[in-house]
């Protein structure tokens, strides 16, 4: 294929490919890590993780434990439990008690409850200004059921966790719950407690009931620890954060809705080779944020279920982004999806562009359905972008400054589909690894959101249709459907039978606009570097 590129330095997806592979053949306490998967020197031609083979990409699919390739604290043994030996403890201002065998491990002072010992315990009834705190050993898994409980706070966290091996918050089924804590904290100091529910251990919510989390002073859920959300029904109201775990968090089923004034949900380490990861394996989460949407410090991994960021600054950002089979749906005011190292003294970030020198971050789409609409970069990698699989559609920026596809490596096509629209400034194409062709072009003109853009062959067949959610300028499209070398037609107008994203279509009444010739693609500094980047008359 014959392109045109802007000069920059090469980093290799083959970490990214064998990681993906390790992941689909890993099994149940195999282990693999961040580290496996960034300081891999093998490549793999193709890959498929394990949630693509057991659950589909749907908001209802879910995983087990054993499914889970990474390292975590979550088992199935930690929801089974003999409900003959659960404590009951009914909540109720000034008259909170327990019962049952493990009584002796509840105490209550006012309207503090505090379990000091591993058990199984059973909340039930309210507390207008109470908290629940965990203060047990560091070898203890404390359960708590909540069953139709309300626990709310004027001096701090709802739920606080000191100490223990792990926590379980189990949503008992059919009950609704409920979590709030106070809007400004007795305890300010820097590493105390910030959330409606905050805990210095493992923490685990299950069980197929409700639970309602208001976080008025800053986070919602924290874990400084590891964090599984193995099911149930989940709202959290934010005035900052959303959920946070600190090592890790694993989304394996449940729906999950936050609203967040800062992030929407995210790891927090960046310094273990290890942690700082956030994969969902299956279930519906739902994320409108004021900054990023989803995000962690060091790998992040969407192979199953639906993620719909409906607000936020970047959408989806770590080092290294892995989607492997989830219905992804995106909507961000900067970058769509943003693979970032980090800052360097060698790399600009945003604005792609021929001076920003590559960095060690990966994007990958290996699998599902990806859809992006970005006023920023649509997909943008400060280092490379590989797509192997899936359906990728971006509706990118209409101001010239950032492309629908911007990466400071190589952005490699070897499957799936792609169609990238939006604006002519930072328009990029393929780059030189890709096996796959593809098709650019500069339309001319701006084609207004709503009306149908058409691929077409040189025997006048339509090869795909798509209706844009914004104004488009530059489209680039790549499927097993295009062959290399040959000359296509690019159509506004006629009709397509979706009202956005990839349909079949027709060209009828439609107007063309530009021709290119398939493998040809621009620089990455705007469209007007000359007739070869498919342009009106390219070649």
């Known amino acids: 294929m014959k392109r045109l590129f802007k000069a920059k330095a090469l980093s290799s997806v083959a970490a990214l490919s064998l990681a993906l592979a390790m992941t689909g053949c890993a099994s149940s306490g195999s282990g693999t890590t961040v580290s496996d998967v960034i300081n891999a020197t093998s490549s793999a031609s193709s890959a498929a993780t394990v949630a693509e083979s057991t659950s589909s990409a749907s908001g209802d699919s879910s995983v087990s434990a054993t499914d889970v390739s990474e390292d975590t604290h979550f ?48 909340l039930s009834g309210s507390l207008s200004d109470g908290k629940v705190v965990v203060a047990a050993g560091k070898e203890d898994v404390v ?15 709802a739920i606080q966790v000191d100490e223990s091996n792990e926590t379980l918050l189990y949503l008992e089924d059919g009950t609704s719950n409920s979590v709030s804590d106070a809007s400004t904290y007795a305890d300010t100091a820097e590493d105390a407690a910030n959330a409606a529910i905050y805990s210095m251990a493992d923490l ?64 927090t380490n960046d310094t273990d080779a290890d ?52 219905t992804v749906n995106v909507t961000a005011s900067d970058d769509g999806v943003n693979a970032t190292a980090g800052s360097s003294e060698n790399a600009a970030q945003g604005g792609g562009g021929a001076m920003d020198a590559s960095q060690d971050a990966h994007l990958n789409i290996s699998g599902g359905k990806v859809t992006i609409s970005a006023e920023g970069d649509g997909l943008d990698s400060n280092g490379d972008i590989s797509i192997t699989g899936g359906t990728t559609v971006v509706n990118g920026p209409t101001n010239g400054g950032n492309g629908a596809l911007d990466s400071n490596g190589d952005i490699s096509v070897d499957g799936g589909v792609l169609f990238a629209a939006g604006s002519d400034g930072m328009a990029e194409g393929l780059g030189e690894t890709s096996k796959q062709s593809g098709v650019q072009a ?31 300028a530059n489209v680039v499209y790549s499927s097993s459907e295009i062959v290399d070398g040959d000359t296509y037609s690019i159509y506004s107008g006629g009709t397509a039978d979706v009202d956005a994203g990839l349909g079949a279509g027709s060209i009828t009444d439609a107007t063309k606009v530009a021709t290119a010739t398939a493998g040809e693609f621009e620089s990455g500094m705007g469209g007007g570097m000359g007739g070869q980047g498919g342009g009106p008359g390219g070649q």
């Open 204 to 267: 685990t919510i299950a069980g197929e009931g409700s639970l309602d989390v208001k976080g008025n002073y800053q986070d919602g859920i924290v874990s400084k620890d590891g964090l599984v959300i193995a099911s149930g029904q989940l709202t959290v109201t934010s005035a900052d954060d959303g959920i946070k775990g600190k090592d890790y968090v694993a989304l394996l089923g449940g729906h999950v809705e936050i609203t967040a004034t800062g992030d929407g949900i995210k790891s």
């Open 275 to 326: 942690r700082g990861w956030l994969h969902q394996y299956g279930g519906q989460l739902n994320v409108s944020a004021g900054d990023d949407g989803i995000k962690a410090e060091q790998l992040l991994t969407l192979s199953g279920g639906a993620a719909t960021v409906a607000n936020s600054n970047e959408g989806l950002e770590a080092p290294t982004i892995n989607l492997s089979g989830a």
């Open 143 to 157: 359960r708590i059921i909540l069953d139709n409980a309300s626990i709310s706070s004027s001096t701090g966290s």
């Open 442 to 472: 500069s339309l001319g003109t701006t084609v207004d959101a709503g009306v149908a853009i058409h691929i077409v062959d040189s025997s006048g067949s339509v090869v795909a249709s798509f209706v844009t959610s914004k104004a488009t």
């Open 75 to 122: 088992d199935e043994d930690d929801l089974q439990w003999d409900a003959d030996t659960e404590t009951t403890v009914d909540l109720a201002d000034g008259s909170t008690k327990a019962s049952g065998t493990g009584s002796d491990g509840v105490s209550v002072d006012g309207d503090t409850v505090t379990i000091s010992a591993a058990g199984t315990y059973r």
